[in-house]
């Protein structure tokens, strides 16, 4: 089977890029990551790529015109690598629909809640969880899911929830279901290589006789 090439899109510090990285390494999925872009100059995404040997950029969204321009270029710059899946891991930007129609049911994304809860505009980072904790839900988790226009949509590949301790602040909700992050987004990578995955209609079925 033919390994299949991976762009990581990442604005942060790029934890579930090490997690993509690390299993890589293990021969977990049949890929291999060949490009991180960042639209941040100092996200330590870049950094983790670089010392892996991975080609990295940064992206600066001010150098386009418009939110159109700028993924016009991500798709140039990804066409000149022969990409086949896109991983957007702690990726803060939107992406366009000529974007997700270049790249259509080859983007995932990773969400750290359990969609269709505690997403959409104005749930990333930290701010999920302090809307977990604030509402008082007992359990959460996290999401993997293919990208569709509206943010947060798309079929849903694998969820993972974990309880949540009465105790649990929203830094330790975050620092909980990150760990589960790391587990399911390299599941999906490796199912996805596979070609494991069908989606019917809004479901994704997962043949796992693999
Ligand atoms: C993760 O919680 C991810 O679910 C969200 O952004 C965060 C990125 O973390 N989309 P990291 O940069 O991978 O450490």
Redesign the pocket.
């Known amino acids: 089977m033919r390994i299949l090439n991976i762009a990581v899109l ?1 604005s ?6 090490q997690s993509l990285i690390d299993k890589q390494n293990e021969g977990y999925f049949n890929g291999k990551i060949v490009l991180v872009i960042s639209d941040q100059k100092d996200a330590y ?1 870049l950094v983790r790529a670089q010392k892996n040997g991975i080609d990295q950029m940064y992206m600066d969204r001010r150098n386009y015109d418009d939110n159109e321009a700028y993924n016009l270029a991500l798709i140039e710059k990804l066409n000149t690598y022969n990409i086949d899946l896109v991983v957007l ?2 990726y803060l930007k939107i992406l366009s629909p000529t974007f997700i129609n270049s790249y259509h049911q080859k983007i995932i ?4 809640s359990l969609l269709p809860m505690f997403g959409g505009k104005g749930y ?2 930290i701010k999920v969880h302090q809307a977990v904790y604030n509402q008082g839900v007992k359990v959460s988790g ?1 999401t993997v899911h293919f990208v569709e226009e509206g943010v947060d949509q798309g079929a849903i590949i694998i969820q993972k929830a974990i309880e949540l301790d009465d105790e649990w602040v929203a830094t330790m909700i ?1 620092k909980e ?2 760990k589960i ?1 790391h587990q399911i987004l390299p599941l999906a990578v490796k199912y996805f290589c596979n070609g494991q995955l069908k989606i019917v209609e809004n479901r994704v079925l997962i043949r796992r006789n693999k």
């Open positions: 990442a942060g510090s790029g934890s579930n890029l995404a891991a702690g994304n990773i969400h750290p990333y980072g996290a975050q279901v990150l992050e």
